[in-house]
């Protein structure tokens, strides 16, 4: 039986794990907590969510809902632990970060083609080796890959939102509805004008927390801190997480002014986080400043929101569409380190690589998922964007466009969902070609 070793046990690394495991592969996953953990992770449990609880869009007319369909159908592990831990969430899909965590740690333990070491990897591994230790890789092993030749080292910074005790808020105030009637996932605290005009210049008086390097610029847009947005404007809150579209307080019978909504993080209802609001404010500061939002005058904070700096190599002509570095057959990186963004971008990674080593390690011929399909497109970005290198999420924009031009952009995203699912049942049905099954 051929040996791998996987470096790293969030999303990707598990992911990656169980891909060369299933296909015969003895893994040693190397996970250092619980004896080392960075600013973000406080679980000894794998795959473990330090951002929100939500995996975004379910929908195949959005990209990482095809995205998510096109792991199921490869035989994802993540995809199969979130779809047995979800919690309501309308048409997206989040899960109970604690069930999705412990569900994917007893899968990953009790494989018997891997076996876990507690430790921290302080010197460059030897081939063949996945490295997913994420973008807040410890300090020595970051050193030892930031030297590899012709690499280039980037960062941007990321935060995550406050959480609220469910018990805690005053629900004479707060209401439960979808937007434009799309189930009742969501709860909402609705603001008129005074109330939003306060609550927006309180944020933009808070303290802020004092994080290293930060200087306000280097965010990604898709996980923007809340005081970042409110500096960029007065109504940019309001055209952004606290748009009021589709929404009806039955209070007044109307549409607020503007909404706050809290999402349930775990399956009881007993947590709530604030959707869109990562933040860098200080703890007090945020308890002063969301206290203000309706509904949460006596909420209890069960986690607030932190700011921590992420780092991503500059992947392109360093590694290839199978997320291999191009000079040194059998090392593969995986994860948000490789410049993907995203809960399932990272473990679709992960996915990528574990597939490709396995069938390397084999002596069986690489699989190009292409740019037809969602999980190709990314890791063909990866290897091969001709511009600024900035941490990318799924997106109908990486995909070949569809052949036949359509104008309704849902209906022409439809068709190239149809088709992405095709190619992956191509590979799936021809031994050749894949070994999905």
């Known amino acids: 039986m051929p ?6 046990a969030g999303l990707a690394g598990c992911e990656a794990a169980w891909q060369l495991a299933t296909r ?8 250092m907590k619980p004896h080392s953990y960075t600013p973000a ?13 939500s995996l975004r869009s379910n929908q195949l007319t959005n990209a990482v809902g095809l995205l998510k369909e096109e792991m199921r159908q490869l035989g994802s592990l993540i995809m199969r632990a979130a779809d047995a ?3 309501p969430a309308g048409g997206a899909l989040a899960v109970d970060r604690e069930k999705f965590s412990a569900y994917i740690t007893k899968a ?3 494989h018997p083609n891997i076996t876990i070491e507690r430790r921290e990897v302080v010197d460059f591994p030897d081939a063949p080796v996945i490295i997913a230790t994420g973008p807040l890789t410890s300090d020595a ?13 980037l960062n941007f910074y990321d935060a995550a939102a406050p959480i609220v005790s469910g018990e805690s808020l005053d629900m004479t105030k707060v209401f439960r509805q979808g937007r434009y009637g799309r189930g009742d996932d969501y709860l909402n605290c609705p603001m008129n004008k005074d109330e939003y005009d306060a609550f927006y210049n309180a944020i933009l008086t808070a303290e802020k927390a004092d994080v290293h390097g930060f200087d ?5 847009e898709g996980c923007m801190p809340i005081e970042v947005m409110a500096a960029r404007g007065e109504m940019v809150m309001a055209f952004g997480p606290m748009k009021p579209v589709g929404l009806t307080d039955p209070r007044t019978g109307r549409e607020p002014y503007a909404v706050v909504q809290l999402r349930a993080e775990n399956e009881a209802g007993t947590m709530y986080n604030l959707v869109g609001f990562q933040t860098r404010l200080k703890w007090g500061e945020q308890k002063r400043v969301f206290s203000m939002i309706p509904g949460l005058e006596n909420a209890e904070f069960l986690r607030y929101g932190v700011m921590h700096r992420n780092t991503f190599l500059h992947s392109p002509g360093f590694l290839d569409a199978n997320y291999q570095v191009i000079s040194r057959p059998g090392v593969y990186f995986a994860g948000q380190m490789t410049g993907v963004e995203g809960y399932v971008e990272s473990a679709s990674s992960g996915m990528v690589a574990g597939i490709s080593l396995a069938r390397q390690l084999l002596g069986m011929e690489p699989v190009d998922f292409t740019n ?10 990866v290897a091969g964007c001709t511009t600024d290198f900035q941490p990318m999420n799924a997106n109908f924009g990486l995909i070949a466009p569809y052949e036949k031009r359509i104008r309704n952009k849902q209906e022409r995203y439809g068709h190239i969902a149809a088709r992405a699912l095709n190619v992956i049942e191509a590979l799936r049905s021809n031994p050749l070609a894949c070994d999905f099954d």
């Open 3 to 8: 040996n791998a070793t996987v470096i790293g």
């Open 24 to 31: 015969g592969v003895h893994v040693v996953l190397i996970e």
């Open 41 to 53: 992770h406080h679980s000894e449990g794998f795959a473990e969510l330090v951002c929100s609880n």
């Open 85 to 87: 831990t979800q919690v």
């Open 108 to 110: 990953v333990s009790e």
């Open 141 to 153: 092993l970051a050193e030892k890959i930031a030297s590899l030749p012709g690499l280039q080292t």
């Open 216 to 220: 306000g610029t280097q965010v990604f």
């Open 372 to 381: 037809l399909t969602a999980i190709g497109a990314l890791a063909h970005h």
